[in-house]
C-alpha cells in the first residue's frame, strides 16, 4: 500500500469513493463511523453519507482505529489487486491474438473468469478503456503499422481485420486524428496550432511547448529554447500545417502549468495522441501513480499484466508525446535512480523534488 500522497485533498478521495475509482485502490481507504467498517474507494457496498466517512492511508492505519476491513472488497488483501491485474492481462492478451475480429464480451468473460458486467467494471479499472475500446485499438495499431510500411490503404484495412472501410474512415478523425489515407502520407492536410511559456512561471523547468489540433492537445513537450522546440514539433509532424498562436491555447497551457504546480491529481484535458493499445495501458497506469510518488518500470508492467515487459513499459514512456499530462517522469529504475527522460534527467529529477516538496 502506498502512502497518501500530500496533494490529495479529502474532496479528492470522496470523489474517488463516489465514483468507485479503482485508480485510488492503493492510494487510500475509507472508514464508515457507524458500520466501524473500512473499505477500497472502489468498492460496490452502498456508500454512506459524507458525514460518516474518514479516510487513512492504509489499511494498518484504519485497523489501529478500530475499523474492521470489508469483506466484499477485503482492503487488507492486496494480493487479490494482483490476481486482478493478471487476469485483466489475459483478457488483453486474448484480444491482441485474434486475427479477425473482435472476440465478444462473452468470450472474454469465460476467459477472465468472471461476468460479462464485472469484467467491463474490472477492465476498465485496470486499464482506463472498455474491453472494445481496447481492442478497437489493437486493430488500429495493426492498420497504423501496415500504413507506415507502405501497404495499400484498402489491404491494410482488411489485414488489420476491419471488414469493412466504411466504418474505418467514419471514426477515422477521432482515431487517427486525420483519414487512413491522410496518415499514411505523413499527416498531410493536419492542422496543428502550438503555444510557448515559461515552466512554471519562474522558467526553473526551461520552456514549455503546447501543441494541439482542432480535436486536442497532441504534444507537450520542455526545452531551452523556442527554436529547438518548434524544430521538434515539425520533426513529428512533418507534413502539418503548422502555425503559433499562444492566446488560442492559453487555457491550456495554463492547466498544463497548474499540474507541474500541483493542483490536481491530473487535469480533464482532451488529448488528440496516436498510440498502440500498449501504449494505452501504460499511460492508463501512469495517471494512477499519485503525486509525489514513483514507480519502478518492472511494478508497471506486472500491474498491466505483463511482468517480462519491463523494456516495453520503458519504450512507451520514451515515446509519450504528452508529457506531464502524462506523468512519465513518474518511472524510475528498479533500484529508484533516474533513468530516460526525453527532456533530460536534470529535469526530471526537478520535477520529482517539487512534487514531494523538497
Not at 485496470?126 to 510500411?149: H, M, N
Not at 531551452?224 to 498562436?245: F, V
Request: proline share 6%.
Amino acid at each position: 500500500m502506498t502512502n497518501q500522497p500530500t496533494s490529495l485533498s479529502d474532496d479528492d478521495r470522496w470523489r474517488a469513493v463516489m465514483q468507485r475509482d479503482a485508480r485510488f485502490d492503493r492510494v487510500f481507504v475509507y472508514a464508515v463511523r457507524s458500520t466501524r467498517v473500512f473499505c477500497r474507494p472502489s468498492c460496490p457496498s452502498r456508500r454512506a453519507g459524507r458525514e460518516q466517512v474518514v479516510f487513512f492511508s492504509d489499511p494498518a492505519a484504519a485497523l489501529a482505529a478500530g475499523f474492521r476491513p470489508c469483506r466484499r472488497c477485503r482492503p487488507d488483501a492486496p494480493g487479490d489487486v494482483d490476481a486482478r491485474v493478471e487476469r485483466i492481462g489475459q483478457v488483453c492478451r486474448a484480444i491482441e491474438e485474434r486475427d479477425e475480429g473482435v472476440p465478444t464480451l462473452a468470450e472474454l468473460a469465460e476467459t477472465a473468469g468472471m461476468s460479462a458486467n464485472h469484467l467491463q467494471r474490472v477492465f476498465k479499472a485496470v486499464t482506463g478503456v472498455s474491453p472494445r475500446q481496447y481492442a478497437d485499438a489493437v486493430r488500429l495499431d495493426r492498420l497504423k503499422q501496415s500504413l507506415r510500411a507502405g501497404e495499400p490503404v484498402a489491404s491494410a484495412l482488411y489485414g488489420a481485420g476491419y471488414g469493412s472501410s466504411s466504418r474505418l474512415y467514419e471514426k477515422a478523425p477521432s482515431a487517427l486524428g486525420m483519414t487512413p489515407a491522410s496518415y499514411a502520407r505523413g499527416g498531410r492536410g493536419a492542422e496543428i496550432t502550438f503555444a510557448l511559456a515559461d515552466c512554471p512561471a519562474d522558467g526553473s523547468l526551461g520552456r514549455l511547448l503546447l501543441a494541439a489540433t482542432e480535436r486536442g492537445i497532441c504534444m507537450v513537450a520542455l526545452g531551452d529554447d523556442d527554436d529547438g522546440l518548434a524544430s521538434i514539433l515539425r520533426a513529428h509532424y512533418p507534413a502539418a500545417e503548422i502555425r503559433r498562436d499562444d492566446a488560442a491555447l492559453a487555457t491550456w497551457v495554463s492547466a498544463v502549468l497548474a499540474l507541474v504546480e500541483g493542483e490536481g491529481p491530473h487535469a480533464d484535458l482532451p488529448l488528440d495522441i496516436r498510440v498502440s493499445a500498449f501504449q494505452a495501458q501504460v499511460y492508463a497506469r501512469l495517471l494512477a501513480i499519485p503525486r509525489g510518488e514513483t514507480r519502478s518500470y518492472q511494478q508497471i508492467a506486472a500491474e498491466i499484466g505483463k511482468p517480462k515487459a519491463a523494456r516495453a513499459v520503458g519504450r512507451a514512456c520514451a515515446s509519450n508525446p504528452v508529457s506531464l499530462i502524462v506523468p512519465c517522469h513518474r518511472v524510475v529504475a528498479a533500484d529508484g535512480s533516474l533513468h530516460g527522460y526525453g527532456w533530460g534527467l536534470a529535469r526530471k529529477q526537478a520535477l520529482l523534488e517539487r512534487e514531494r516538496g523538497v
